[in-house]
């Protein structure tokens, strides 16, 4: 078997990278010295299908000079498409309707397929998003542009469209190896299943347990039903655990097996502990945050630990806040995974920009980003003039820039910008080819001044300081990742750019706590883990009510939480939280209960104290903790009571996912010994 003949794709680019140095490091001591591991493909799913549609979609009809938007250039391109369709912003978000475009590219179904299919409803919603979906792809299309979807969305389609392209590349991909297996969506797997369609040598690795993006349109089923698609496959579980200790995964497993959709399994390990897992009952949020806080503090000291040893998860992106007061408060450094990133803060952007729209003169999303950046005059109205002229000649925005009769429309200083401008970024073009990403970036700061005048405005604005030490790490990056990538161009670095993701780049000077959502966290490890928020209601998230698919989602989720603490994990709740600007008494999590776990309740602070007290365990027929059965709800645990004779309450979680609150007078309950 000849190494080029292997294709390894996973999630993330530090997974792919992380799985690059594996092979490496097992394969350089051999007679190849190395070269074993230098013909496979290792890479994200998105990379390879980037690399493939530049290298085999020009034969078919796609310019291989497309730019790759990201979720805030969709945004951008949908408040273009709500504007035009007359459509409200405020009840259309750009960011809703970016994310449900995508789901839809991820089941392969393109604009017009989505449209018919709406059409075929008879319903008016599908037929608006339809419309907007319609508008949104011409608009991308005009630009030369593909989003995340479309990446692979269009490899599908060329293969399945282009027998002999197809033929070739299976060929080619004699091996199939796909890494977390469980997250693949639709277009994922249908594309894993063509290209291992031939030879039908295909290895996945994933842990059904660990399922937890259907929000984004990965299938469990997928995983599921593996053996459906390849009978008889060797199945190997590897079921022992190098992070964990016994408690924490005896815990994780017990709340977890309460799952029905899922492979038998039951993680082990030989890391032994004493330390239980614990969880904690504070009178609200304010009382959770700060003894969270001070729990860390007093962990460091007596474990002689670092900062960057903890971390903290938490269910929605809406706890933090709470989280990062307390920390302050405590004189506690913290870094918050999933704010604002490197290459989405706005000095950024606007030079990666200019790069894009060197790479690509056809992007005017990128093309209007820069054209008043620095200032140069050009306005609304210039703007509006220009895409006017754009749009009659069908030609894209920075073409109109070098036309006379254009330029003539505009006011002097506009005029001047523009032309200036395009003389600018017409001398890189001509030169992208022969000069490396880093020279074009050092032209462009050079040239445009953008570099001179944030110095200028460093020296005594601060704000002008920070902006200027990120384009200057901004280079750093593009030196860095020329010190690693044969190819030094700038489409190659512009295309890792457009696929990094979250955790690919950070602040690692410093040691900090870190505080990230559950989601987030999956793939990671920290010695000590607090998972916080574990109340009905929050998490699981939703009503009352779950369907038995999204409950299991939360169960997993809740079960990867807990998996990434290597040494402790400590689980918190409490009795009343303010959230979304209502205040709400929540029953503690059913996970709690299920994982084994005792409930304790922490004193709270006087200025954190809850302001009624939380609900005590009574004893009595009905007891908190007794297991009954209702006739319509079925069997069930009661978690709190209150009242006594006639007025006797009591809460009931049931094992369908239903809770209930019943006057047992009128219940027909009965107790299950």
Known sequence: MRPWHILAVTFTNKAAREMQERVYALTRSGSGGGGAAAGAWISTFHSFCAHFL????????????????????????????????????????????????????DQLMDAESYAIAALASGDPNRAMLASVYSL????????????????????????????????????????????????????????????????????????????????????????????????????????????????????????????????????????????????????????EAAWVAEQIAELRVSRRMDWSGFSVFYRTNAQSRVLEDAFRAARIPYVLVGSVRFYERAEVKDVLAYLRLIANPKDDLSCKRVLNVPPRGIGKTSLEIMESAAAVRALALFESLALPEVLAELPSRARAGAAGLSGMARGWIAERESLSASALLDRVLSETRLLELLKEDARTDPDAAGRLDNIQELMNAVEEFEEKSPDKRLPAYLEQVSLVTD????????????????????GLEFPVVFLTGLEEGLFPLGESQFSQEDLEEE??????????????????????????????????????????????????????????????????????????????????????????????????????GQWKKLLVKYAPLERIR
């Not at 000079?65 to 912003?89: A, G, H, S, V």
């Open 555 to 656: 169960r997993r989720l809740a079960y990867v939480g807990m998996t990434r603490a290597k040494d402790e994990i400590f689980l918190s709740c409490a009795a009343s939280r303010r959230l979304f600007g209502q205040t709400r008494w929540n029953l503690p999590s059913r996970f709690i209960e299920e994982a084994g776990v005792r409930m304790k309740e922490a004193a709270s602070s006087p200025e954190n104290a809850s302001p009624e007290p939380a609900p005590r365990a009574l004893s009595g027929p009905f007891r908190v903790g007794q297991r009954v059965r209702h006739a319509d709800f079925g069997a069930g645990r009661i978690t709190d009571r209150s009242g006594s004779g006639d007025d006797l309450k009591v809460v009931v979680v049931f094992d369908s």
């Open 136 to 287: 949104y792809q011409k608009k991308l299309d005009r630009a030369l542009a593909l989003d995340f979807g479309d990446l692979i969305l269009k490899t599908v389609d060329l293969l399945e469209n282009h027998p002999t392209l197809k033929e070739k590349t299976q060929e080619r991909f004699r091996h199939v190896l796909v890494d977390e297996y469980q997250d693949t969506n639709r277009a994922q797997y249908v594309l894993t299943k063509i290209l291992a369609a031939r030879h039908r040598n295909i290895c996945v690795v994933g842990d059904d347990d660990q399922s937890i993006y259907s929000w984004r349109g990965a299938d469990i089923r997928n995983i599921l039903d593996f053996e459906k698609d390849y009978p008889d496959p060797k199945i190997v579980k590897l079921e022992q655990n190098y992070r964990s200790t016994a408690p924490i995964l005896s815990a994780a497993w017990k709340l977890v097996r309460h799952n029905e959709m899922r492979k038998e399994k039951k993680l082990w390990t030989v890391r032994k502990s004493d330390a239980p897992v614990t969880a904690e009952q504070l009178g609200n949020e304010a009382a």
């Open 54 to 105: 530049r290298s085999e979609g020009e034969r078919h009809g796609l310019d291989r000079n497309f730019t790759i938007y990201d979720e805030d250039d969709q945004k951008k391109i949908l408040r273009e498409c709500l504007k035009e369709l007359n459509l409200d912003e405020k009840k259309l978000r750009p960011g809703m309707l970016a994310g449900r475009i995508s789901r839809e590219k």
């Open 503 to 522: 955790l690919d780049s950070g602040d690692k000077k410093s040691p900090k706590v870190t505080l990230m959502t559950v989601h987030i966290a999956k």
